[in-house]
Nanobody
């Protein structure tokens, strides 16, 4: 059974930081491209960042220089370090694992507000 479990979301003030984690089980984690996506109310789900099995990362323009994706294959976990958070970053953040199949986590809420 495949599970992706996100954690680390919450309420943060503008300019603050959060670190999201996604723990995967039931997949050959090192073979997968791991990604973070987000969906704000009334908007479509959008790519935030991805990290391939080969070590290549990719970011949406809106988060470049502020967010960092990383992975620990020994822990089957992918992280998203988010700095200089803005109100526009408020969304539900989803973890994704993609290789031969695509799997999603249940999402974690990030709210940036004063």
């Amino acid at each position: 059974q495949v599970q992706l479990v996100e954690s680390g979301g919450g309420l943060v003030q503008p300019g603050g930081s959060l670190r999201l984690s996604c723990a995967a089980s039931g997949i050959s984690f090192s073979m997968y491209t791991m990604g973070w996506y987000r969906q704000a109310p009334g908007k479509q789900r959008e790519l935030v960042a991805t990290f391939t099995s080969g070590g290549r990362s990719n970011y949406a323009d809106s988060v470049k220089g502020r967010f960092t994706i990383s992975r620990d294959n020994a822990k089957n976990t992918v992280y998203l370090e988010m700095n200089s958070l803005q109100s526009e970053d408020t969304a539900v953040y989803y973890c994704n694992a993609k290789w031969r199949s695509s799997w999603w986590g249940q999402g974690t809420q990030v709210t940036v507000s004063s």
